[in-house]
């Protein structure tokens, strides 16, 4: 290994009988940074945290925190800190001896235990709830607290398993920027795990896709969203257009691709090879409603079928010949009308927005 | 709309007629559980003749130093078999805890079927084990270990080892019920944090656990101050218990209010020693609460004093396995490149298997012992032979006995399914207050000492003529039957997804429907295996047969009894094979149904 990252993952498999959980898995993760695990429920991302914390072992593939290796090394050696999705807060224990726990193990001496303790409580901002048990506090109060907790002991990465997933919807805003501004403010290392993609795309300087047992895409936001390298990618992150296509080659230094009723797309040069049937992506909002007039790198033509104004963007539904519907969103332009059902649009988009997506 | 309508559909079942499914068991344990044991008590505080009040009967207990020496044998002798029955069953109750579903139903129905199998026939088991010409002693002296056979039972090792394996199935199930409800996550999050295994079962896993501990350890202690088959066959002179003493003074000296004093003083220990858990833990720790203790100064002082203690212990414990584990490291470094061998794990694997090795085992010691073609019981049998099983089939006796048990267990175990169903039901459905009461009144003949209502009922059934009768019996075993129907009716319900009947009803099905058509046959095994458990229990009953049959009738278990006090001989080994085939075989049966109900 030539750079120290903070956490390195190689080609973790790890199978229940038949089951696949996790395979071939491999990431770095480096100092401050603000990683998300993000995927269907039984992609393996609770399997590859806990194989991360030592809670479970891989069956093969190796996991080196700090530079040392730590495949097998037990938890308590990690130097990890761990937040689960039920917080998992000591019920015995109230939330100053749940807070001291760490500390505790680690033979720290009593006078700096309550110093530490009361440096997390007001960094989570619930000094006043030291003394009360954890059953006693709300569910966004157990979470800080299990926030706290981990925190205490500055553990170099912090793991977070779903820490939202049984919050209501409000409360999840909040606790998202809490957690972000807690992130940035100190600095901490976090791999977070959550199957919300909005959520991810909130939190995450880069997220790591999983699907099936494996990571599908790992890159920042911006990458997955812009260029997601599989139809899987496409349509789990945010709204997706995908038309079938077949490459037609390339033409001006971009790649030409047909559409089963003949008309010729395209897009930025992409290594599929001519002949090939692929599909094609363009997220809604990059299309426009063209006027007679109007020209575009890409058109398509079809009869509309519904416009929902949603606020501040319409939606236009669009069906295509062999009834294919794609969608189009643009800002809300005044009340809408005009056209009517039934009515031909034309839809239009710039090459570059377009994502050529091996099937 | 008239306005009663109205009313009617403002405010949907608000009145008494939704108690009614409850109305049965109330009654049925009112008549034949709380009133015949309140009259019991009653008469130990009433002179014979006259009904005026008298403490003579108590003053007569305190004065003969016999029964004060008695009730202390009993409780000392609770208290030995408590304390084993914890310490044994702890290590089995985490393992099903924590272990895979797999084995976890594998190793509890190896629970499980001990804890069904009669205890006559487990107390055989250790007689053919035990006994002066048993198989221990014989391989003893085979391995020339001794040259003369031990004495190991007939006295205070002997009753000791029989009771725990009695009723150390009781306390491991109460600890699994509290186990399975901590948090795996718990010891895990504890391990991130920076413990190490001692640590984090010490300060973490087993101070959650202790209420299933207190609770199992309560129902053992409970169970075993009513003992008396065990001290009876496995006891010495020494070991003589109080139960031992009521069915004396009530049996053979028809001594009835001396009898009921005695009855009442087991009874006060055993409420007494319900205050001490209530002070020390809360009373709501029994259905899985967690103990008052923790809720800051809610506590008792005794509760307070038992938390400071328990912490300190815990903590000085815990580190102590940590140094014992570190010390091992240095000197078998573990590497971070390979899977790390899990010697703890092994270590409990090893114990609590052994554990339920004692407990599985030894009972199939009966059956080589039932072929026989000797006389008498010794170990190795001289084989073989059907002639007891021929003694068994031809005797009028036995037959006769077998007969009415089995009657007896199918009818009461129906009566106490048609009074509990309705009850469970309504009791996992509905709100109420006063629930939990509700649901301790329910299961309190399953928690007294089982002596006490065999006394009761006698009283209660001398005046109406039920003496003797089958209608006693079957009644007397329907109230011990009712707590299990309960229990386990609940237990499927629970599991029972209640949309299905919204969306029956939805769909036009009014509530008998409902309850025929889709209902009843979705937990229809989970109901069959409620009554198996209600049929064994009766099966398996002695001590109130013991009384309600006056001697003029006679169960399976009374018969094996009434032998049994004179020789335990290998006819008795017959019908004990047969017995523990049967009622394995059934707890099979009931187990495969109910899951079934449960993984529907
Ligand atoms: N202990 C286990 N035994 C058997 N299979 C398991 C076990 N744990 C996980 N699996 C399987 O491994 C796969 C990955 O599970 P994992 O818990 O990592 O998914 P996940 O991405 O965290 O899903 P979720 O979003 O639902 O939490 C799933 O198919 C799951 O069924
Ligand atoms: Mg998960």
Redesign the interface.
Known sequence: MTEKHKLTVRSLRKTYGPVVALTDASLDLEEGEFLTLLGPSGSGKTTMLMII???I?PDSG?VSIDG?????????K?D???V?Q?Y?L???MTVRENIA??LR??RVPDARIADEVKRVLDIVRLPQVA?R?PRQLSGGQQQRIALA??MV?RPSII?MDEPLGALDKKLRDEMQLEIKNLHTELGITVLYVTHDQEEAMIMSDRICLMNDARIEQLGTPADLYFKPRSVFAASFLGESNLIDVTVAGTEGGRTAMRTADGTTLRAPLAAVPAGAAAKMMVRPERLHVLGPTDRADNVIEGALDQVIMVGGVTKYYVKLKGDRTVSATQLTQGPVGGIERGAKVRLGWAADSTVVLPT | MTAAAASAFARPRRSWGRFLPLLPVLVFLGFLFLYPVGQLLWLSVVEKGSGDLTAAHYARLLAVPVYSKVLLITFETSAWCTLFCVLGGYPVAYLLATTGDKWRNNLMLLVLLPFWTSFLVRTFAWIVLLGRNGAINKWLQALGITDAPLGLIYNFAGVMVGMTHALMPLAIISMVSVMENI?A??P?????????GG?AFF??YF??SLPGVAAGGLLTFITAIGFFITPALLGGRQQIMITQVIIEQVQDLMNWSFGGAVSMLLLVSALFVFWLYDRALGMSTLAGG?PAS???DRGTWLSRGFAWVGDLATAAIGRACDLAAVAWETVFP???????VKIARGVLWATALSVVAFLAVPTFFIIPVSFTTEGFIQWPPKFFSWRWYDTVFESPTWIAAIVRSLTVATLSAGVAMLIGTPAAFFLSRQSMIGKTAMLGVILSPLIIPRIIIAVALFYFYAKLGLIGTNLGLILGHAVLAVPYVVVTVMAVLKNYDERLDQAASSLGANRWRTLWHVTFPLIRAGLIAAFIFAFVTSLDELTIALFVSGGLVTTLPKQMWDDALLKVSPTLAAVSTLLLIFVTFMILAAEYLRRRAVHK
């Open positions: 914390a030592g809670l072992q190796e040392k290796l730590a495949t097998y090394a037990p938890p308590f990690r990890i800190g761990m689960f039920n998992a000591f019920p015995h726990f760490p193990m680690r003394d048990l907790r981990c002991y793991l | 948090d996550n718990l895990r999050a504890a391990s991130t944090l920076g413990a190490r640590q300060r973490i101070p959650l967690s923790q809720v800051g573990q590497r971070p490149d390979k899977p790390p």
